[in-house]
């Protein structure tokens, strides 16, 4: 699932952002999971390489009083991952000369004008429209768009486990994330027609899943073991029929 992580210490200007985000977000009818981090030390020590998607958006505001400051947390980020998107949001342009030669390669700035945070929202909407433009799906990248209850939800490809009917609501549909999992209103018969990719096992009448995210397979105990350790129970037949679906494709 798509997150954004806006990290800014300043109260008013943080709350400001997260209220102009949400009204951008909702505009677009896309979905993203905005989370406001009020413990920068804690958030820093918690970043991995495991839980840093490349659909993930940092707001980061440069001039942090903490004990790093914004230009510092991306270069953080982008130890662990190369494709987020890094937003600094900043009073001083001329701090870019700084990250362009840590190549840090941020998405975009949006600029305090004055030092106030009540002239971005036009920067927000154009900021998005790119994003967006940048996580459509084309035949060259492995992002998935899903639209569900009038908004589009993007999931990087390689983030899915499975995808999987929901018993008694056929209309609503699991989907089984690395680090999470999410329920969308759509259907099983729907995402199999907008789906196309090699790693994607379509064939099941009730499940899809990401062959290049299994990490083990037993058949007798009726299981498929993921790389993150998630399990799936399938009968031995299913399992034999997404065994030869891997087979052929290790044969590409």
């Known amino acids: 699932m798509a997150k954004i992580y806006l990290i800014e210490d300043n109260f008013l200007h943080r709350e400001y952002l997260y209220d102009q985000i949400s009204n951008v977000i909702s505009q677009k009818n896309i979905y993203f999971d905005l989370i406001l981090i009020n413990d920068i030390p804690n958030f820093i020590r918690s970043l991995s390489e495991k839980n840093i998607s490349d659909t993930d958006i940092f707001f980061l505001d440069i001039n942090l009083s903490s004990f790093l400051n914004g230009i510092q947390i991306s270069e953080i980020i982008r130890n662990y991952n190369l494709n987020c998107f890094l937003i600094f949001v900043t009073a001083?342009?001329?701090?870019?000369?700084?990250?362009?030669?840590?190549?840090?390669?941020?998405?975009?700035?949006?600029?305090?004008?004055?030092?106030?945070?009540?002239?971005?929202?036009?920067?927000?909407?154009?900021?998005?429209?790119?994003?967006?433009?940048?996580?459509?799906?084309?035949?060259?990248?492995?992002?998935?768009?899903?639209?569900?209850?009038?908004?589009?939800?993007?999931?990087?490809?390689?983030?899915?486990?499975?995808?999987?009917?929901?018993?008694?609501?056929?209309?609503?549909?699991?989907?089984?994330?690395?680090?999470?999992?999410?329920?969308?209103?759509?259907?099983?018969?729907?995402?199999?027609?907008?789906?196309n990719s090699a790693n994607l096992h379509t064939e099941l009448k009730s499940v899809i899943i990401n062959v290049m995210n299994i990490q083990e397979i037993y058949r007798k105990e009726s299981l498929i073991i993921f790389k993150n350790e998630d399990v799936l129970t399938l009968t031995p037949r299913l399992i034999d029929k997404i065994q030869t679906f891997i087979n052929n494709h290790e044969m590409l």
Do not use: C, W
């Not at 998935?144 to 929901?166: C, L, P, W």
């Not at 056929?170 to 199999?192: C, D, M, P, W």
């Open 92 to 195: 001083e342009l001329d701090k870019s000369i700084d990250i362009l030669n840590l190549r840090i390669n941020p998405f975009a700035y949006i600029v305090k004008e004055n030092n106030t945070i009540t002239t971005i929202y036009k920067q927000l909407m154009h900021t998005f429209d790119d994003i967006i433009q940048h996580l459509k799906p084309v035949t060259s990248e492995k992002n998935i768009a899903v639209k569900s209850r009038g908004q589009m939800h993007i999931f990087k490809e390689s983030d899915i486990n499975y995808i999987q009917t929901i018993e008694g609501n056929r209309y609503s549909t699991l989907f089984k994330l690395i680090n999470n999992e999410i329920v969308l209103g759509t259907t099983i018969a729907k995402l199999k027609k907008s789906l």
